[in-house]
């Protein structure tokens, strides 16, 4: 039996629809270089959305690669449960020494949506451990299209109904502003302020959405609001982080720090699973106490710390200094946004939307069930291209450290594949002459 055959016969894929998925012949991936993706058959295909937004170095890159190679002659894994190992804690430290001023701790856990969780969890406890009026902080405030991952605390902040709706019996409520909207969130702390634990953002652009942009400024606005308001602002990087917005984080583009910062993704170049939770030293500090207090932040996973994982993000910090990744990225995003300029004059495209190297593509005037984006990423996987859509959105992220020619090639193939599934769909919708 083929290795597509045993797929469908025992795997259930994330965010698939299982009987469409079974209706299609699988990519399998067997092998990758760079940039590159290579299957079974050794047919190459470039990687235009990062293996899921998390490879920034390519894959295979021979320092990560020596990295976690070098960890496995150590250990390849302990608990950071009563025990500390170096991995763990140099990249605690490589991590503070980049994060935005005054976030001084890092929680470790195993994805992005765990990091959320934590976050959620941190600041809720915090609040409690404060006792009196804080103890009514117990809400928080979200944006709406947010998307913080698939745990139910992260599902709770969370804005997006066909990811979220059928959980609402399990989640908690808060309140929901329109993302970018600043006169909202200010009505909404000034009437609830006293009831809210901390505020969630995805700073500047909101993925799941679709690329969603927010306004200059807003997040400047929010972190202001919060201020005033004596409520924590938890930014949610896990998308954004690690050079994705053409800085490191993206909270530096309007040179604001969050009280808790969460990091996922692109954390270990997209080697290993690993997630962190950065907080401030006021957070911190809320949690420390006598044993008999039960101050003690009560959350933990089983590869939490990871050293394998810890190694790798390590060196991928190392790579972002020794190959100048955020200053070689800057002309491949403006080269990306000349090179989407033609797709946004095709009549199928109705808006192009792009921060750093966060790019959607949205199409428009199509019935759901044609599943036009899915269409697109079926006829680039044909001209060797992986792209993945969020609906009829077409997301562009590939690793920060493309080349030039293939970041070429990416969009090129890209806008033939929008003009292919466009006139397909065309011949498909025209009635037959009589």
């Known amino acids: 039996m083929s290795l597509a055959a045993d797929d469908r016969r025992y795997l259930w894929h994330p965010f698939t629809q299982q009987r469409g998925w079974e209706a299609e ?9 760079g940039c590159w993706l290579i299957d079974e058959d050794g047919r190459r295909y470039i990687d235009g959305v990062s293996s899921l937004w998390c ?11 020596l990295a976690v190679k070098d960890q496995l002659d150590r250990v390849a894994h302990t608990t950071l449960l009563g025990l500390t190992h170096a991995p763990a804690v140099d990249l ?42 804080n103890a009514r902080r117990t809400r928080f405030v979200s944006l709406e299209n947010a998307y913080h991952g698939d745990t139910l605390g992260s599902v709770s902040v969370g804005g997006i109904d066909v990811f979220h709706s059928a959980y609402r019996p399990l989640l908690f409520d808060g309140w929901r502003v329109p993302a970018g909207d600043a006169a909202a969130m200010e009505r909404v702390l000034a009437e609830h302020g006293e009831e809210v634990a901390a505020v ?21 606005s929010v972190r202001e609001l919060c201020n005033h308001n ?33 990091l996922g993704k692109g954390i270990t170049a997209g080697y290993l699973p690993l997630a962190a939770t950065l907080t401030c030293e006021r957070v911190y500090e809320g949690f420390l106490g006598e044993h008999e207090e039960l101050r003690t932040f009560f959350h933990g996973h089983t590869y939490t710390g990871n050293p394998l994982a810890c190694a790798a993000g390590l060196a991928s910090l190392q790579l972002f200094e020794q190959e100048r990744t955020l200053e070689q990225l800057q002309p491949k995003v ?67 450290a493309i080349p030039e020619r293939e970041l070429r090639t990416l969009v090129e193939v890209v806008r033939d594949s929008i003009e292919a599934a466009v006139s397909a769909h065309a011949a498909a919708s025209t009635p037959l002459a009589a």
């Not at 012949?25 to 092998?31: H, K, N």
């Not at 765990?114 to 451990?129: G, N, P, R, S, T």
């Not at 969630?200 to 400047?220: D, F, H, N, S, T």
Request: charged letters at 20%; glycine letters at 10%.
């Open 25 to 33: 012949e699988p990519l399998v991936v067997a092998e990758a270089d």
């Open 55 to 65: 490879t920034v170095h390519g894959h295979r890159h021979p320092i990560l690669d």
């Open 92 to 133: 605690a430290r490589e991590l503070i020494a980049i994060a935005p001023d005054g976030l001084t701790r890092v929680f470790y856990s195993d994805s992005g949506s765990a990091a959320v969780e934590i976050a959620l969890k941190m600041a809720f406890q915090y609040w409690q451990q404060q006792g009196g009026p």
């Open 200 to 220: 969630i953002v995805e700073p500047l652009v909101q993925g799941a959405a679709g690329m969603a942009m927010q306004p200059p400024g807003y997040l400047r």
């Open 230 to 262: 004596d409520v924590l602002l938890i930014c949610d990087e896990v998308a954004t982080g690690f050079g994705r917005t053409g800085r490191m984080f993206a909270c530096e583009h309007e040179g604001i720090s969050p009280d808790l910062m969460c």
């Open 334 to 400: 403006r080269m990306l946004a000349n090179l989407l300029k033609p797709i946004g004059e095709l009549p199928a495209v109705a808006d192009v939307r792009q921060r750093g190297f966060m790019c959607g593509i949205e199409l428009a005037g199509f019935p759901a069930e044609a599943r036009i984006g899915h269409q697109v990423t079926l006829e680039a996987r044909a001209r060797g291209v992986v792209v993945r859509p969020l609906g009829d959105v077409v997301v562009l992220m590939p690793p920060l």
